[in-house]
């Protein structure tokens, strides 16, 4: 905790996996100053030596009202070139592992750029966020310009930008600007649930992760290839596999026995009784008026023409030849 002795803008809590960073400025309602620009460098060079999960969060139910405009009225044009905001704000998006922004009450200005730059957002009901810059006569030039649409979408980006929209807690999450909404009690709980679940992930997994999901679109496939190729390498990979066949095997030798100790278990199955009543007596004599019993090789016997069994061709009475052979026989038989 050395490292971070003697700020004034931050304060810091530090844990084995992940630290959290809360802005804590009442007087200016949190606003982004140098002074807490050149203290969120220092932990950035620390997280970069040290690579853990960061939370960033705002004191007194303010996560941050945006840049400090007496310093803003202050800046000329080699201050807007330095990229004084844009500088730590794109140095804390590349950090090593994902930033989660804790995000309570008003994140405006400077204060919604830094949420942006966060991996992940989670916010309370009476979250507000806007970029309302160029009604000061400026623009939001420290990330909302690109981050922004790829965040909502042009549109709404644009109105936002141009128009001066603000969005509420619930705007916020229907264009998943924050994946979920808690009660200000609840807000970091929540935040750390979130890293929880992210660090159940192997560290490299998740860093190469990161780092390939913001490469340019030129450089993919090949980054997402050498980076699962370093990953294919990695002890981790190994022990993560092994024990997962290890459990997968596990269970179904669980089920196995399981199944066996139900078809031992369970007593014999009865037997239905035959449909059919069991004759018991001799045989009676088949009657005389019995029909004879068709042998197989009777009852399968198929229709042949009269011609194939022999017999005379059967013709329609109707035919010519018939009426005169007909005639011809009765002239025969009665001496005409």
Avoid at 53 to 62: E, F, K, M, N, S
Avoid at 259 to 279: I, K
Wanted: proline share 7%; hydrophobic share 40%; charged share 25%.
């Amino acid at each position: 905790m050395s490292t971070f002795a003697g700020f004034e803008r931050l304060r810091i809590d530090e844990r084995d996996d992940r630290l959290t960073a809360t802005l804590s400025h009442p007087a200016t309602r949190n606003a982004i100053d140098q002074q807490m620009v050149s203290e969120l460098h220092a932990v950035c060079a620390y997280l970069e030596a040290q690579p853990k999960v960061l939370i960033l969060t705002g004191d007194g139910g303010v996560f941050a009202s945006g840049a400090d405009i007496a310093q803003l009225r202050e800046r000329r044009r080699d201050d807007a070139l330095a990229g004084i905001n844009s500088t730590i704000f794109d140095r804390i998006a590349r950090l090593p592992l994902p930033v989660i922004a804790a995000l309570d009450g008003y994140a405006l200005g400077g204060g919604a750029e830094l949420a942006f730059a966060a991996d992940l957002r989670i916010g309370t009901p009476s979250l507000v966020m806007g970029n309302p810059e160029t009604g000061l006569g400026i623009m939001a030039a420290a990330g909302a310009t690109w981050r922004l649409k790829e965040l909502v979408g042009e549109p709404l980006a644009k109105e936002i930008l141009l128009a001066g929209r603000k969005l509420t807690a619930d705007e916020c999450l229907a264009v998943r600007l924050v994946s979920s909404l808690h009660e200000p009690d609840d807000l970091m709980a929540a935040a750390h649930d979130l890293a929880d679940r992210i660090l159940r992930s192997d560290p490299l997994a998740l860093r190469l992760t990161k780092a390939v999901f913001h490469a340019p679109a030129a450089a993919h496939p090949l980054v997402d290839t050498l980076a699962q190729a370093t990953l294919f390498e990695s002890d981790a990979k190994f022990e993560r596999m092994d024990a997962f066949l290890a459990k997968r095997e596990a269970r179904r030798a669980e089920k196995q026995r399981a199944a066996d100790a139900d078809t031992h278990s369970s007593p014999p199955a009865a037997t239905s009784p035959s449909r059919t009543p069991t004759r018991t007596g001799p045989t009676p004599p088949a009657s005389a008026s019995s029909p004879p019993s068709r042998s197989p090789s009777t009852a399968a016997r198929t229709w042949t023409p009269p011609t194939a069994r022999g017999g005379s061709r059967r013709r329609h009475p109707s035919a010519p030849w018939r009426t005169a052979s007909s005639w011809w026989r009765r002239c025969r038989r009665t001496g005409i």
